[in-house]
């Protein structure tokens, strides 16, 4: 009866032990689930923050812009440049943008940027009122003085909350981390007995997390692999129509009566069309590799931007393209190759998506000189505007934008940024406008108009 008397407290404290142990992992366990989902509430708040402090960075950006183009055309037409429905078309997009701003102020909650953002509707609807009455003049003080300040004043404020809701993510997914490797050691560690059970089940759910991982790792490669092929397969049919309408073409010239000119110089014509639009295409592609590896070289100097423009429009021209014109004469520091490389992207992309009419604006004001290339077509689908600067965009198995591989606007956007400048899309008004901004980086200089360069002068500069 002595060692039964004996046995019994041994196995009631195991009993309690284990229980203890078991109760203590519950609770850990327990508090890890409620900490993650603190955490977890906690990152889905500062992600709505960050969600709103976008999106009115945006729409403050796009309110500043319209309210500006408004401005420009109701000046315009009371030179009679414009009509009233461009005007009203105009002054429809900027009150479009204004009740988007009032919107987010709804959304605000607590944010510190928010009585800035109520602060910059104040001179937009100032400045909107002066338009409604033709007052473009007071339109334009505004806008310089008030509307600029605010909107200044306005951006800092969002890109300080921006950098302050991201750092308070990262502490937030840093601290569940922490959390959970500590919870990991101490039931490895300090209790191996009541954590086996929990260990089969800690097992099998990480085994099936990186099985779950693993999958969707082996699926982004086959994705990435079928990228591959689309593009490689849809690169080779864009080079092989150029090159059969080439080989075709030559082996025609070839067998044609040499008294037959105009026959002659109708199929050269097209051999040279087809040639330099598969150069055009093979230019894309170098500058793509070189941008992203070793860089592509920017030389600039003084250079005149009607020069420029016309030398990018001159092989358009020479197959039998229309590009309307308007053109004041700017000098700029640019490298008037990367710059022409631009442009023949962008009136390349117009004659093929665009409209029957086709043109090249360019503008100039203190600081910068604004190059527009405009088309009266259908414009980009609203879905696909987001991506239009993204390479390799493909929907399924076909491209973005199909007759192409995918890399003219990409090219055209980094090599403007390259330059000093931006390329930014926009529609009104029934056309679609392409504006490269670039600085004039000059102040004065006098340079003789650049002569348009051939198709091998232009790979040349290039591959410099």
């Keep these: 009866m002595g060692s039964v008397m004996i046995k019994r407290p041994e196995g009631r404290r195991t009993v309690s032990i284990a229980i203890g142990a078991t109760l203590l992992l519950v609770v850990l366990i327990v508090g890890l689930a409620f900490a993650n989902?603190?955490?977890?509430?906690?990152?889905?708040?500062?992600?709505?923050?960050?969600?709103?402090?976008?999106?009115?960075?945006?729409?403050?950006?796009?309110?500043?812009?319209?309210?500006?183009?408004?401005?420009?055309?109701?000046?315009?037409?009371?030179?009679?440049?414009?009509?009233?429905?461009?005007?009203?078309?105009?002054?429809?997009?900027?009150?479009?943008?204004?009740?988007?701003?009032?919107?987010?102020?709804?959304?605000?909650?607590?944010?510190?940027?928010?009585?800035?953002?109520?602060?910059?509707?104040?001179?937009?609807?100032?400045?909107?009122?002066?338009?409604?009455?033709?007052?473009?003049?007071?339109?334009?003080?505004?806008?310089l003085t008030e509307v600029e300040a605010s909107y200044i004043n306005l951006v800092d404020s969002i890109q300080a909350e921006q950098d302050s809701i991201e750092a308070a993510i990262d502490a937030n997914t840093a601290g569940a981390a922490r959390l959970t490797d500590f919870v990991r050691f101490f039931l490895t560690l300090m209790i191996p007995a009541a954590a086996v059970l929990i260990y089969r089940a800690v097992a099998k759910r990480q085994v099936r997390e990186h099985q779950i991982k693993v999958d969707v790792e082996i699926e982004a490669e086959r994705a990435v692999s079928r990228a591959k092929d689309e593009f490689i397969a849809g690169l080779s049919h864009e080079l092989r129509t150029p090159?059969?309408?080439?080989?075709?073409?030559?082996?025609?010239?070839?067998?044609?009566?040499?008294?037959?000119?105009?026959?002659?110089?109708?199929?050269?014509?097209?051999?040279?069309?087809?040639?330099?639009?598969?150069?055009?295409?093979?230019?894309?592609?170098?500058?793509?590799?070189?941008?992203?590896?070793?860089?592509?070289?920017?030389?600039?100097?003084?250079?005149?931007?009607?020069?420029?423009?016309?030398?990018?429009?001159?092989?358009?021209?020479?197959?039998?393209?229309?590009?309307?014109?308007?053109?004041?004469?700017?000098?700029?520091?640019t490298d008037g190759a990367r710059l022409r490389h631009v442009l023949i992207n962008l009136l390349s992309n117009a004659a093929r998506y665009g409209g029957p009419n086709i043109g090249i604006d360019v503008s100039s004001g203190d600081d910068v000189v604004d190059i527009e290339v405009w088309d009266d077509g259908e414009g980009i689908p609203e879905e696909k505007v987001e991506k239009l600067f993204e390479r390799f965009i493909h929907n399924g198995a076909a491209p973005l934008l199909t007759g192409s591989v995918g890399l003219g606007l990409a090219v055209a956007s980094r090599l403007a940024t390259m330059l000093g400048g931006k390329l930014s899309y926009q529609r009104f008004a029934g056309k679609t406008y392409f504006r490269v901004e670039h600085p004039i980086g000059i102040e004065e200089a006098e340079v003789a108009p650049e002569p348009a360069k051939p198709v091998a002068a232009m790979i040349r500069a290039l591959s410099a």
């Design 37 to 143: 989902s603190i955490g977890a509430g906690r990152v889905a708040d500062n992600a709505r923050s960050l969600h709103w402090a976008n999106a009115s960075l945006g729409t403050a950006a796009l309110t500043r812009s319209a309210l500006v183009q408004a401005t420009t055309f109701v000046e315009l037409e009371s030179l009679n440049q414009v009509g009233s429905d461009d005007v009203d078309a105009a002054l429809g997009d900027a009150t479009d943008a204004r009740a988007r701003l009032v919107a987010l102020q709804d959304s605000g909650g607590e944010s510190v940027s928010l009585p800035l953002l109520i602060g910059f509707t104040g001179p937009v609807d100032r400045a909107l009122a002066a338009l409604e009455t033709d007052d473009y003049e007071s339109a334009k003080n505004l806008i």
């Design 243 to 333: 090159l059969t309408s080439i080989y075709g073409f030559a082996e025609v010239l070839n067998d044609a009566e040499a008294e037959d000119l105009d026959s002659i110089h109708e199929l050269a014509q097209i051999i040279a069309n087809e040639s330099a639009e598969m150069t055009r295409m093979v230019d894309d592609l170098l500058a793509a590799a070189r941008i992203d590896s070793t860089g592509v070289e920017i030389e600039l100097t003084p250079i005149s931007v009607r020069a420029v423009v016309e030398s990018a429009i001159t092989p358009f021209e020479r197959a039998g393209l229309v590009v309307k014109r308007s053109i004041e004469d700017v000098v700029i520091r």
